[in-house]
């Protein structure tokens, strides 16, 4: 019998992906690490964070570090959500399930997915069966289906099933050149699916994401459609894939509630910004809403609890995490996923710390200066 891994001998995000990677088979290890083309996207994302050093303060009372944030109006305990990332069953059988009850569970924001291998209303049960105090939201991902009578449906099951926001991703109008998933060809494993898509791909059931990205997937959205969203749901829209200042100014102009700023973690445009470097810009150009609750998220490259730091220094609102959720869930499913979230939030602490920030609100941009 194979012991179950003690998750506790994991200190660092980077542990689990040496493992994860070991225990993949190829193509899906492709698919979960891979950025677009060159990949030169993917590298700079992460040398982003190598920019900024933390110029901190001493003798601050730190005795209490306190994560707490406002999102979306309402207090969570940490300012790391879980990225929406498609297909969860090919790390763990258990698959969203196990990473919502995870995330439930550490107090950290779900954000599932359109692309989920489980029905987002089961994710749903999942997660606020382990959301015993209710303190943590879920938000729901939206793909846009060229049938926008599917994708009315998906976000009405959406609401129905309790989803706080719904957020669009905006990056994706067509796929990015992934070379490692053309020459696998990749796809889903037989019996897997696209489970909130299945009446809407008969016929492939062992190849939805090529017949999910090549047929439904619908490159015309354009700000227009956003207005419409907006009068199918009662849930607040964030947009996910802005990386520029006018375009986060379109989003107010279209009725979002906020934005992720984001490159999809390097797997669309290749050559595109860094995550980190156009979040000054789309802050600023968004800087006389923030009072008003517009708030400014960001993903791409988060690997340790000092990059999570630089993110809200840099005033981030909050930062999505993606890859390290799936290495946690290959190596240890619920438990890894667990793991993952309280390395970085343990990270976040101690550096709020070290850096003499007892509160969210004291990361102040003065903390930051250039590498
Ligand atoms: C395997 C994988 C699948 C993804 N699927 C989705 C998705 O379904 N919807 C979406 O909006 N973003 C998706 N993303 C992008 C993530 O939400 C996020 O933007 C990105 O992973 C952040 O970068 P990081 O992995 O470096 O943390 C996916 C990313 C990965 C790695
Ligand atoms: C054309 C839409 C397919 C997106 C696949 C999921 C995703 O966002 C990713 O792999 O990245």
């Known amino acids: 019998m194979i012991e179950p891994l003690d998750m506790s001998t994991f200190l660092t995000v980077r542990d689990l992906e040496r493992v994860a990677r070991a225990e993949l088979p190829p193509s899906t290890l492709g698919y979960f690490k891979s950025g677009a083309e060159s990949q030169t996207t993917l590298r700079a994302n992460r040398r982003a964070f190598r920019k900024w050093a933390i110029d901190y303060r001493v003798m601050v009372d730190v005795s209490r570090v306190d994560t707490r944030i406002r999102l979306l109006g309402r207090d969570v305990a940490t300012p790391i959500l879980i990225a929406p990332m498609a297909y969860h069953c090919l790390a763990h059988p258990d698959g969203e399930l196990a990473s919502a009850r995870a995330a439930a569970k550490s107090g950290a924001p779900y954000v599932a997915t359109t692309l989920a291998t489980k029905p987002l209303e089961e994710i749903a049960t999942a997660f606020d069966a382990a959301n015993t105090a209710g303190a943590t939201p879920r938000w729901f991902q939206l793909y846009v289906n060229k049938d926008r009578g599917i994708t009315r449906s998906i976000i009405e099951r959406a609401d129905a099933a309790g989803y706080e926001a719904l957020v669009v991703t905006v990056d994706v109008p067509v796929m990015g050149r992934r070379l490692s998933d053309l020459r696998n060809a990749f796809t889903l494993p037989p019996g897997m699916t696209a489970a909130n898509l299945a009446d809407a791909v008969q016929g492939a059931k062992n190849a939805y994401h090529h017949a999910y990205a090549t047929g439904r997937h619908d490159p015309s959205l354009t700000w227009r459609d956003i207005a419409s969203f907006r009068e199918i749901t009662r849930m607040p829209i964030l947009l996910k894939g802005i990386v520029r200042g006018d375009d986060a100014l379109r989003a107010i102009d279209a009725g979002a509630s906020g934005v992720v700023v984001s490159n999809h973690g390097g797997r669309q445009l290749d050559n595109a910004i860094a995550s980190l470097d156009a979040l000054p810009r789309v802050l600023d150009a968004v800087a006389s809403r923030q009072a008003a609750g517009f708030d400014v998220l960001v993903d791409g490259g988060i690997r340790w609890g000092t990059d999570i730091f630089k993110a809200l220094a840099l005033g981030a609102r909050a930062v999505m995490v993606g890859r390290p959720i ?46």
């Open 326 to 371: 799936l290495w946690g869930l290959t190596v240890g499913g619920e438990a890894g996923v667990v793991r993952v979230l309280q390395i970085l939030q343990n990270e976040l602490t101690t550096s709020m710390a070290l850096a003499g920030c007892p509160d969210i609100a004291s990361i102040t941009r003065d903390l930051l200066v250039p590498a």
